[in-house]
């Protein structure tokens, strides 16, 4: 069973500051990993898709790194904004998703 | 375009009732999930449907939840004698195809008195 870890928990920094939440997973034979934010009370958001093939993805302020070999993965968002506070949920896909817990960011105006 | 529609949006029961869930997936999307979100836990898979093929109900935590897909379009999800711990957010999502990128809908939060 494909176990996924996010670390950490949660991080609280300035504006301004760069952020790097964690993602750890298993089971290397996955599709792809996804990165997803959660406002409280909505659903979710997808940010970025990592196909299991690439190292790596890039969206704006934000970029996604993959090492399927060891099993881990990273975000990356630059110059943080007091917006960008939410959960974030990385999700190993092997067709269905497979979520960690989730890192609850708080970015302090 | 639209995408992933939820109903309804919050479903209050009582103990014992049996509830419906519905799920209308992005137009095209071959694929569709249905995952769980209870309070203070992480989100947890139920059942996949692929076009035509036999859905895998894997993560079904009882026999008291039951889906069903018409073709490649809606989705309900039955909770038959719903319990306390079945209190949740139910999500569902679709993908073009399997193993593809999985849009979600906002959920219904049911809450079971």
């Known amino acids: 069973k494909q176990e996924v870890t996010q670390i950490p928990a949660a991080l609280s920094v300035p504006e301004g500051e760069n952020l790097v939440l964690n993602c750890s997973f298993t089971d290397s034979a996955i599709y792809n990993l996804q990165w997803f934010r959660q406002d409280p009370g909505k659903g979710l958001t997808s940010l970025l898709l990592i196909q299991s093939s690439q190292r790596e993805q890039t969206s704006g302020r934000l970029n996604a790194s993959l090492d399927k070999s060891s099993g881990r993965s990273t975000l990356y968002i630059a110059a943080s904004q007091p917006g960008d506070s939410a959960t974030y949920l990385c999700?190993?896909?092997?067709?269905?998703?497979?979520f960690g817990a989730g890192t609850t960011v708080t970015v302090r105006a | 375009g639209a995408g992933v529609s939820q109903s309804p949006s919050n479903k209050v029961t009582e103990k014992g009732k049996d509830v419906e869930l519905r799920c209308d997936p992005i137009?095209?999307?071959?694929?569709l999930y249905w995952y769980r979100q209870r309070l203070g836990q992480g989100l947890e898979f139920l059942i996949y449907f692929q076009g035509n093929s036999a859905p895998d109900k894997s993560g079904l935590p009882s026999d008291r939840f039951s889906a069903e897909r018409t073709g490649e379009s809606v989705s309900t999800l039955t909770i038959q004698r719903t319990q306390q711990e079945d209190s949740a957010v139910y999500l569902c999502a679709s993908s073009l195809n399997r193993g593809e990128t999985q849009y979600f809908g906002p959920g219904t939060r049911l809450l079971v008195l």
């Open positions: 999700a190993v896909n092997d067709y269905k998703l497979s």
């Open positions: 137009s095209g999307h071959t694929a």
